[in-house]
């Protein structure tokens, strides 16, 4: 069953957002009514790109009250490393929780034991959040889903904005809702990946809760209110 349209989420996803401003560009979201603030990190390893860090989500959390969405897509991403000096350093997922992450959301694919890896976010007291990625099958996460917040349907490969919507993953979206409605589970479904006016509806007719949009947030041609206000009517009765 999709989700009414007066309670579907917009998460602004930074990694189209001018950095050279981004406190500003933080703030005016947040101002526009996002309702979540979605941040990728990316490793060089998981997915070709690297991004950001968590001295990054450390830096914008005093700007915003607006919830910090952190997607992982990087490997092993409850791994310590043990320095000679330093001792035992701490997971990526200790460092974004520290940073003031709300959410956290990890790759099925990059977890080699993910019910455990969701355990430890919700320890550090973070909202726990599982991804696919298009390949992937939504039997992998099924063991998991009781036990995380969110869950992230990528509709495009995972590693650089811009890309197009991947129409296939229409009824990966339909089937994963259909999986948390038939068990009751309340968890959010969100999907990343193409999102826009053309594309928003069919998504949330699909069974979409939450949004994450970038390019078609962060635009030279209009506001970023404007564009807010555009994607929510596309998708709006």
Known sequence: MAESSNKIKIAPSILSADFSCLRAQVEEVSKAGADYIHVDIMDGHFVPPMTIGSLVVQAIRPYTKVPLDVHLMIEEPDKHIEHSLLGRAPSQIEQFAKAGADVITVHAEACSNLREVVEQIR???VKAGVSISPPTSPDVIADVLPYVDLVLVMTVNPGYAGQPFIEEM??????VRKMLDERGLTAEMEVDGGISPKTARRVVEAGASVLVAGAAIFRKDT???EAMKELRASYSD
């Open 223 to 225: 506001s970023i209110s």
């Open 123 to 125: 320890k550090l007291g």
């Open 170 to 175: 229409i009824a990966k979206i339909s089937h």
